[in-house]
T-cell receptor
Framework: NAGVTQTPKFRILKIGQSMTLQCTQD?????MYWYRQDPGMGLKLIYYSVGAGITDKGEVPNGYNVSRSTTEDFPLRLELAAPSQTSVYFC??????????FGPGTRLTVL | GQQLNQSPQSMFIQEGEDVSMNCTSS?????WLWYKQDPGEGPVLLIA?????ELTSNGRLTAQFGITRKDSFLNISASIPSDVGIYFCAGQDSSNTGKLIFGQGTTLQVKP
């Protein structure tokens, strides 16, 4: 099993540009999550999904959108990138809402 | 919102020393998890705790779920250089959301 994979690993965006961060898991997990991690800080939940077709906001959802059309994929969309969205983004998945397995992260810089 | 207080914020120790870190919360948690994050990587689950008072080991790591359900600690015995990284606690709240709340992390550096 590859576990949780994320693409791209790194990306630089200009202010106002859009992009989609991809996340795929091959563990048949019900739950998937998007977090952001700022320097010296813990993980903040952006959005999560309890199954295909069902998503909900986390702690810091503003400026982001998600969709979950399949069990495996959970892309995160940034519509109008802002410098405040410079961060490391982690996708995670779990069978129940407890032991979460994380991807390697996407480092995003908005200039 | 709910917050976890994780301490210490950072530690710089000599190889072979034991390490202890803890997390406290103002609210009750159903589950406590401990993760380790290596530089440039995602967090990796070390230990999961599900019952108040539970003490669980994973090699040189030992973690406990506090009796009050508001705290947890992680001990690392006989530290080695590869223990370097950031350690996060996470608690699953007892409300109907069930989401994980993460501590701010303890950065561990080990001097050979």
């Amino acid at each position: 099993n590859a576990g949780v994979t994320q693409t791209p690993k790194f990306r630089i965006l200009k202010i106002g540009q859009s992009m989609t961060l991809q996340c795929t898991q091959d563990m048949n997990h019900n739950y998937m999550y998007w977090y952001r991690q700022d320097p010296g800080m813990g993980l903040k939940l952006i959005y999560y999904s309890v199954g295909a077709g069902i998503t909900d906001k986390g702690e810091v959802p503003n400026g982001y959108n998600v969709s979950r059309s399949t069990t495996e994929d959970f892309p995160l969309r940034l519509e109008l990138a802002a410098p405040s969205q410079t961060s490391v983004y982690f996708c995670a998945s779990s069978y129940w809402m407890d032991e979460q397995f994380f991807g390697p992260g996407t480092r995003l810089t908005v200039l | 919102g709910q917050q976890l207080n994780q301490s210490p914020q950072s530690m710089f120790i000599q190889e072979g020393e034991d390490v202890s870190m803890n997390c406290t919360s103002s609210s009750i948690f159903n589950t406590w998890l401990w993760y380790k994050q290596d530089p440039g990587e995602g967090p990796v689950l070390l230990i999961a705790l599900y019952k108040a008072g539970e003490l669980t080991s994973n090699g040189r790591l030992t973690a406990q779920f506090g009796i009050t359900r508001k705290d947890s600690f992680l001990n690392i015995s006989a530290s080695i250089p590869s223990d370097v990284g950031i350690y996060f606690c996470a608690g699953q709240d007892s409300s109907n959301t069930g989401k994980l709340i993460f501590g701010q992390g303890t950065t561990l550096q080990v001097k050979p």
